[in-house]
């Protein structure tokens, strides 16, 4: 943190762990807030994770059609998946788009990283742009159902407007892909 950002720090004084699950784990801190008060900040532990943004060799992109239970709808998101412990980000990308779309890619560009949601979370999301695509058999795990669909910035663009496409962090990655010059 630098020097110029001191005067918004919140120190911690005790942390309690209040759930340990397979994937997330939930902590409740109690901080000391720059005025001298104390507060409680709960958060979830998130090992992080990868996105992908695969471009087809016509020029659109290759998304995804998944079942979101919280929300309990079909959600259109970009590849994605989490890191496993110790996993270097590209090779976790590589296996995603794999194990999710069948395709593999021969040509890869990291392009950032995305922090979901702030308010609650340290998750941390290493966007990736995948090109040159080869098509194959798709290696989805037990309990896993997805739908592989393509679509042109433009159609992305007006799937935000419209409201067919809210997730974060594809969203971000249309921004990503607009930035990158993908059509």
């Keep these: 943190m630098s020097t110029e950002d001191l005067h918004l720090f919140e120190a911690p004084v005790s942390s309690q762990r209040?759930?340990?699950g397979n994937l997330l784990h939930v902590?409740?801190?109690?901080?000391?807030l720059p005025d001298g008060a104390e507060a409680t900040r709960e958060y979830i532990l998130h090992p992080g994770a990868v996105m992908i943004i695969p471009q087809l060799p016509d020029g659109r992109l290759?998304?995804?059609r998944q079942y979101r239970y919280p929300l309990h709808r079909v959600f259109i998101e970009f590849p994605a998946g989490k890191l496993e412990a110790g996993e270097d980000p590209l090779e976790c990308?590589?296996?995603e788009l794999?194990?999710?779309t069948g395709y593999t890619a021969s040509?890869?560009?990291y392009l950032g990283v995305l922090h979901p949601i702030i308010s609650y979370t340290d998750e941390e999301i290493k966007l990736f742009l995948a090109r040159d695509l080869s098509a194959g058999e798709a290696q989805l795990d037990a309990g896993e159902f997805v739908e592989c669909i393509?679509?042109?910035?433009?159609?992305?663009v007006a799937g935000v407007i419209d409201g067919s496409i809210t997730d974060a962090k594809t969203v971000s990655g249309i921004f990503w892909a607009q930035q990158?010059?993908?059509k």
């Design 93 to 95: 990308a590589q296996r």
């Design 27 to 32: 902590n409740r801190d109690t901080v000391r």
């Design 98 to 100: 794999l194990e999710e």
């Design 107 to 109: 040509s890869w560009e």
């Design 18 to 20: 209040v759930f340990d």
């Design 62 to 64: 290759l998304l995804e």
């Design 180 to 182: 990158k010059g993908l």
């Design 150 to 156: 393509s679509m042109s910035i433009d159609e992305m």
